[in-house]
C-alpha cells in the first residue's frame, strides 16, 4: 500500500537548521509531485512546497521562501526538506503528501495544482530556545 | 491567495444526523478545484472528496460534496461514530493553495 513516512524533525533553537526526510512506498515515486505541509500546534493547514517529478519545477510559499529548500532523490524514493533560519512561527508538524496535479488554464494563466493524497504521519519541529 | 471561509465553527451533532458543512472563498476557485480532509485527533489529515464532489478511494458514499465558484458544500448523511472530527477544505483552482481553517464536528 501507499506509505510515506517522515523522519526528522526534533527540537531547535531560533537560526538554527533542520533537515527533514519522507520515505515513500507503495507507488512509482519518480511519477509524482510532492509536497510538504505543515499545521501548528492547535491550528490549521499551511502549504510549505512542492517539487515537480523530475525536480525541475519547485514553489514556495512566500512565509518559507528563502530559508527552506525542497528536493528530491528518485533513486532513493525520499522526499526532503531543508529548513534553515528557523523561527519560532515554524513551529509545526510537518507532512509530506503526494501531490495530485492536474495541469489547467484559466484567467490567462496556467497552473499545475492538485490535491494530496496520501499523507504521512507527520514530524513535530518545534523551534524554542 | 484566495481565502477560504469555513462555517460554522464547530457542529454539535448526535449520532445518526446529517452535517452540512460550508466552504466560502474569497474569489472563484476556477469551478470545482476544491476538496475536502478528515482530520482525527493525533492523526494525518485524510482526503475525502476532491473536484467538489467526487469521492476518494474508500470514502463511504454517506460522504458527499457539491458546489462550484465559490461555494461549497460538505455532507455527511448520516452521522456515524468514527466520524466526528475536524473536517478542512482546500482549494487548487490558484496558487499558493490555501485551506480553510477548519469545522470540528462533536458529539452533542
Known amino acids: 500500500q501507499v506509505q510515506l513516512v517522515e523522519s526528522g524533525g526534533g527540537l531547535v533553537k531560533p537560526g538554527g537548521s533542520l533537515r527533514l526526510s519522507c520515505a515513500a512506498s507503495?507507488?512509482?515515486?519518480?511519477?509524482?509531485?510532492m509536497s510538504w505541509i505543515r499545521q501548528a500546534p492547535g491550528k490549521g493547514l499551511e502549504w510549505v512546497s512542492y517539487?515537480?517529478?523530475?525536480?525541475?519545477?519547485?514553489y514556495y510559499a512566500d512565509s518559507v521562501k528563502g530559508r527552506f529548500t525542497i528536493s528530491r532523490d528518485n533513486a532513493k524514493n525520499s522526499l526532503y526538506l531543508q529548513m534553515n533560519s528557523l523561527r519560532a512561527e515554524d513551529t509545526a508538524v510537518y507532512y509530506c503528501a503526494r501531490d495530485r496535479v492536474l495541469e489547467f488554464c484559466s484567467g490567462g494563466s496556467c497552473y499545475t495544482l492538485g490535491w494530496f493524497d496520501p499523507w504521512g504521519q507527520g514530524t513535530l519541529v518545534t523551534v524554542s530556545s | 491567495e484566495i481565502v477560504l471561509t469555513q462555517s460554522p465553527g464547530t457542529l454539535s451533532l448526535s449520532p445518526g444526523e446529517r452535517a452540512t458543512l460550508s466552504c466560502r472563498a474569497s474569489?472563484?476557485?476556477?469551478?470545482?478545484?476544491l476538496a475536502w480532509y478528515q482530520q482525527k485527533p493525533g492523526q494525518a489529515p485524510r482526503l475525502l472528496i476532491y473536484g467538489a464532489s467526487s469521492r476518494a478511494t474508500g470514502i463511504p458514499d454517506r460522504f458527499s460534496g457539491s458546489g462550484s465558484g465559490t461555494d461549497f458544500t460538505l455532507t455527511i448523511s448520516r452521522m456515524e461514530p468514527e466520524d466526528f472530527a475536524v473536517y478542512y477544505c482546500q482549494q487548487y483552482g490558484r496558487s499558493p493553495r490555501t485551506f480553510g481553517q477548519g469545522t470540528k464536528v462533536e458529539i452533542k
Open positions: 474569489q472563484s476557485v476556477s469551478g470545482t478545484y
Open positions: 517539487i515537480s517529478s523530475s525536480g525541475s519545477t519547485i
Open positions: 507503495g507507488f512509482t515515486f519518480s511519477d509524482y509531485y
